[in-house]
C-alpha cells in the first residue's frame, strides 16, 4: 500500500513526473460532436490525454512501462462495477489498458511498488481536467439548445448535496471526521457536487474533509445564468438565500424545524395569521401559500434581506413546508413546489450508483492524493457511459433518463474488458470500432418502465426529452 503523504497537488512532485513549460502549454482541440462524428476518438484519444498530463504535472520524465495514459485507463477500468478491489487484482485490467494506450500488450508488466508510487505521486489534477474535458463533450452532445417550456425554470434544475466515504484511518489528518457515537476518531472524505437533473451527470465542486460544512462551498452559477437549487437543509444559511436571490436565480428547501418566520401576506390561509410567527398559529386546510421573513425575532439572530414564499400541504397528519425564492404563484402552484423537491431524490440515486454500482468506496490508496484520484477516476467512468448512453439513445429513439444506469454501467465495463473489441490500428486502438461495439451493447440494454411523476411535472419534462438528444450537423 502507499504510505500517506501530503496532498501531491500542492508539493513538488519527484523527477518522475513533470509539467508543462509555462509559456508553452499545449493546446487542446475544439469539440465539434454534432451529427454521426465518433464521439470517443474525438474526445479521449492519446494526444489529448497526454496533453492533459502535461498541463497538470502528470507527465513522465521519460517513458516507462506504466505511462500516464496507460495509468490513467488502469485506474478509470478498475473503478467500473465489480468486487473487491487491491492492488493485485489490478493486474486483471493491465492488458486492455496497454491496447486503450495503443501499446504493445507483449509489454503488459505491473509492479505493486510503480502502482503505489502513481497513486501517491502522480498528480490528481490530472483526473480532474480529464473529467472536466468530458463534461464539456458530455455538454456539447446534449445540445446547448433547449426547448421553451411552460415552466422554464425546470430546464435550469441544478440539485445540490455531499456524500461520504470512508478511507484509511492513516489519513485521519487530512480527512478527519466527525466524533461519532461508535467512533471518536475516524477518516473520510465529503463528496460535493451539483449535479444538473436533465444532464445526467454530476459537477464536482470540491472534494474535502467529512468535517468540512457543505455550506462553506460555494455552487452558485455565474451572475446572469438562470438557475432553481434545490437543496437540504445542510445548506440553510439567509445569506446564501439573498445571494441567490439578489443574482436573479431561484432556490427551493424545506423549512428548518426551528425557524419562526414573519407571516407578511397569506395567499391560501387565514388572513388573520398577517403579522404572526408560524409558531403562533395553527396551519389548517389542504395546502398554505404564505408570504414570509425567514428572519427570527431576536435582535442578536441572523436576518434575511429579502422576503420568500413558505408553502405546505398536510401529508399524513404532517405538514410539509418548504421555502422558495419563486413568487409566481399562478405557475408554481403548491402541489408543483414539492413536486420539485421530491426531485432531490435523484441525486441520492447518483449517490447510490457510485458507492453501490461502482467502487468509489474501495479505496486501494492510503494516501490523500491517492483517494483523490480514485474518486475522480469513477466519475470519469460515469460520465463515459454516459456519453455512450446519449449515443445508444439517439440510436434507439429513446429518451436517456429512461435507460437504466447501473445496467449501463456494468455493460460497459464488462464490453470493455472484452479486449477481442479492441482492434488496434497502428499505435491508436481502432475507436470507431469500440465505440460501435459499445453503442450497440448498451442500446440492446431494455430500457427501465417510465417513472411515475406528476401530470404537471411530466409534461415539462416529456418536453425536455422530446427533442432528438444529439443535435444534427449544419448542413454545408
Request: glycine content about 4%; hydrophobic content about 45%.
Amino acid at each position: 500500500m502507499d504510505t500517506p503523504p501530503s496532498d501531491a497537488a500542492t508539493q513538488p512532485v519527484r523527477r518522475r513526473f513533470r509539467g508543462a513549460r509555462p509559456a508553452d502549454p499545449p493546446a487542446l482541440p475544439l469539440l465539434d460532436l454534432r451529427g454521426e462524428r465518433e464521439t470517443l476518438a474525438e474526445v479521449l484519444p492519446n494526444a489529448t490525454l497526454e496533453a492533459l498530463a502535461t498541463q497538470t504535472q502528470a507527465q513522465d520524465q521519460r517513458k516507462r512501462k506504466l505511462t500516464c495514459v496507460v495509468f490513467f485507463w488502469l485506474l478509470v477500468l478498475a473503478m467500473g462495477p465489480g468486487g473487491p478491489l487491491s492492488l493485485s487484482s489490478l493486474v486483471s485490467f493491465l492488458v486492455v489498458a496497454y491496447v486503450m494506450a495503443g501499446l504493445s500488450v507483449a509489454a503488459a508488466t505491473l509492479s505493486r511498488q510503480a502502482l503505489s508510487e502513481n497513486l501517491k505521486l502522480r498528480p490528481w489534477p490530472f483526473f480532474e481536467a480529464v473529467l472536466n474535458h468530458l463534461l464539456v463533450a458530455y455538454a456539447s452532445l446534449v445540445g446547448a439548445s433547449t426547448p421553451t417550456l411552460d415552466l422554464e425554470l425546470i430546464q435550469h434544475l441544478t440539485l445540490v448535496d455531499a456524500s461520504v466515504l470512508r478511507v484509511a484511518d492513516r489519513l485521519i489528518q487530512v480527512f478527519p471526521g466527525h466524533k461519532t457515537g461508535r467512533k471518536a476518531d475516524w477518516a473520510a472524505v465529503k463528496l460535493h457536487t451539483a449535479f444538473r437533473l436533465f444532464r445526467s451527470v454530476p459537477q464536482v465542486l470540491a472534494v474535502t474533509a467529512e468535517k468540512v460544512n457543505e455550506k462553506s462551498v460555494d455552487f452558485l452559477r455565474p451572475v446572469g445564468e438562470k438557475a432553481l437549487y434545490v437543496f437540504d437543509l445542510g445548506y440553510w444559511k439567509y445569506e446564501l438565500f439573498d445571494q441567490i436571490i439578489d443574482q436573479k436565480q431561484h432556490f427551493i428547501s424545506r423549512l428548518r424545524a426551528d425557524c419562526n418566520p414573519l407571516i407578511k401576506e397569506v395567499y391560501l390561509g387565514c388572513q388573520e395569521w398577517v403579522g404572526k410567527r408560524l409558531k403562533e398559529i395553527t396551519l389548517c386546510g389542504k395546502e398554505v401559500d404564505l408570504l414570509v421573513n425567514l428572519s427570527s425575532a431576536g435582535a442578536a439572530n441572523p436576518k434575511m434581506t429579502h422576503d420568500v414564499r413558505l408553502v405546505g400541504q398536510p401529508v399524513a397528519g404532517d405538514w410539509h413546508l418548504y421555502v422558495t425564492s419563486i413568487l409566481d404563484r399562478v405557475v408554481y402552484v403548491v402541489s408543483l413546489i414539492g413536486q420539485i423537491y421530491a426531485l432531490r431524490w435523484q441525486i441520492e440515486i447518483f449517490f447510490r450508483d457510485l458507492k453501490c454500482v461502482l467502487r468509489i468506496e474501495n479505496f486501494i490508496a492510503t494516501s490523500e492524493n491517492g483517494v483523490r484520484l480514485q474518486i475522480y477516476a469513477a466519475l470519469i467512468f460515469y460520465v463515459l457511459t454516459h456519453i455512450v448512453m446519449l449515443k445508444a439513445a439517439q440510436r434507439v429513439q429513446t429518451p436517456v433518463e429512461q435507460m437504466s444506469v447501473p445496467k449501463c454501467l456494468t455493460a460497459m465495463s464488462q464490453a470493455l474488458l472484452q479486449t477481442t473489441a479492441l482492434v488496434i490500428k497502428g499505435r491508436e486502438p481502432d475507436w470507431a470500432t469500440l465505440e460501435e461495439r459499445l453503442v450497440a451493447i448498451i442500446a440492446a440494454i431494455h430500457p427501465r418502465p417510465k417513472r411515475k411523476l406528476p401530470s404537471r411535472l411530466a409534461q415539462a419534462v416529456s418536453v425536455l426529452l422530446a427533442p432528438a438528444i444529439i443535435p444534427a450537423a449544419a448542413p454545408p
